[in-house]
């Protein structure tokens, strides 16, 4: 069994306050991309857990995100079958692209149909709440606001300022290293400052019909960017490019990405940008995947 487990962008990640817990409280525009991982699922004999990873350089032990799904799994349903599990890695690490939590999310729903568990909708979500506050979101492979830690998922169609549906291409955008979450909250509590609104206008529109226009903004930007000049630098570099629409970092960083009307814009900007940021730096045309998948 082969799954595709997206990346995601955030269009808009406001930082409402701190809560009582050593987390904040959020409200996020989430999106899936077109770059994804890929997770295979074979039977194992031997009824043990296994797992290999291709493409990035990631422990693959008991503490692996997937892994810690798959045991919940098994915990949840009572089963004893065992599975050989093959991740092979597109999404960078540390991008704030959440690929580890959309592996995470994956491998909740992939076993409990390799496995033949049944386990409700509910349960799914209870579990995928313990192991990120992302993670919740990839359950339902569409746009969604997410709220509380992240892990209150409301899906949302996005349209453009006209009411049209929404369809974008985008470049990311990645240094090469990462920017630590939890820093970056952090970082942000000790002076919070709310990120700069982008230029681009969009509209969220909920379940019940109600519309919402919103600006790209992510209030993590101004905490991270005070330590890490390339990202302000490459936002800037990108917002001032023929053809953006606008430009944002995602989630806690460290990617950076630029928005255009289509992936084929996203795909000459990549052209120039590789020029610019140099052979190191990991560029990705890709499409915005607005519709439920
Ligand atoms: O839930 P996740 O494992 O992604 O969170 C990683 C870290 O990011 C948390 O331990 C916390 O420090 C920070 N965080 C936060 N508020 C959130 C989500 C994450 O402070 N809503």
């Avoid at 962008?9 to 306050?17: A, D, P, Q, Y």
């Amino acid at each position: 069994m082969q799954v595709r487990c997206p990346a995601k962008i955030n269009l808009l990640l406001r930082v409402l306050g701190r809560r009582p817990d050593e987390f904040h409280a959020l409200e996020t525009l989430m999106c899936p991309v077109s770059v994804h991982d890929e997770l295979t699922f074979e039977p194992a004999a031997d009824g043990e857990l296994s797992l290999r990873i291709e493409g990035a350089d990631l422990p693959a032990g008991e503490d692996n995100l997937v892994m810690r799904a798959a045991r919940l799994v098994r915990q949840l349903s009572g089963t004893r079958r065992g599975v050989k599990i093959f991740l092979r890695k597109h999404i960078p690490v540390g991008g704030g692209l959440a690929g580890g939590s959309s592996d995470a999310a994956h491998t909740l729903t992939a076993l409990n149909e390799f496995w033949q568990c049944a386990l409700t909708v509910p349960q799914l979500d209870a579990a995928a709440a313990t192991l990120g506050s992302d993670v919740n979101f990839f359950l339902h492979r569409q746009p969604a606001l997410c709220t509380g830690r992240g892990e209150l998922v409301q899906p949302v169609a996005l349209q453009a300022a006209d009411g049209r549906p929404l369809r974008l291409g985008a470049l990311l955008v990645h240094p090469g290293f990462g920017v630590p979450t939890p820093w970056a909250f952090q970082t942000y509590a000790a002076n919070p400052a709310v990120g700069e609104a982008g230029r681009l206008t969009l509209r969220q529109v909920a379940a019940d019909g109600a519309v919402t226009e919103f600006k790209p903004r992510n209030d993590l930007e101004p905490a991270v960017f005070g330590k890490y000049l390339w990202l302000a630098e490459a936002k800037a570099w990108l917002a001032a490019q023929d053809g953006v629409l606008d430009s944002l970092m995602s989630g806690s960083g460290a990617t950076v990405f630029a928005l255009t009307a289509h992936r084929e814009d996203a795909e000459k900007l990549a052209q120039s940008a590789q020029k610019y940021f140099g052979p190191e730096t990991w560029l990705h045309p890709i499409d915005l995947l607005t519709a439920p998948q």
